[in-house]
């Protein structure tokens, strides 16, 4: 995984929308609290916040935040 794409959410301001986890159901879920979060695969140090994503999921990933309407999703690295 050490060529991951990191991944980043900024969960306290998601507004529960469904947009990345309906684009994206491999990599975003909505947590207990009801915020996105990082699938537990993808997770760096069991963090909900923060993921690295394969290559193989590289377009979902940015399909995800990009249609984010808050855009507090980061995607790169
Ligand atoms: S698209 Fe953005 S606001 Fe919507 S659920 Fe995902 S992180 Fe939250």
């Known amino acids: 995984m050490a ?3 990191q991944v980043t959410i900024d969960r306290e301001e998601c507004i529960e929308c469904g947009v990345c986890w ?3 159901p491999e990599f975003y879920e909505m947590g207990d609290d009801g915020w996105s979060q990082v699938v537990e695969e993808y997770r760096v140090q069991d963090s909900l916040a923060h993921g690295e994503a394969p290559a193989n999921l590289e377009e979902c990933v940015t399909v995800g935040a ?3 309407p808050v855009a507090i999703i980061h ?3």
């Open 3 to 5: 060529d991951g794409i």
């Open 22 to 24: 309906n684009e994206c």
């Open 66 to 68: 990009d249609g984010c």
């Open 75 to 77: 995607v790169g690295g």
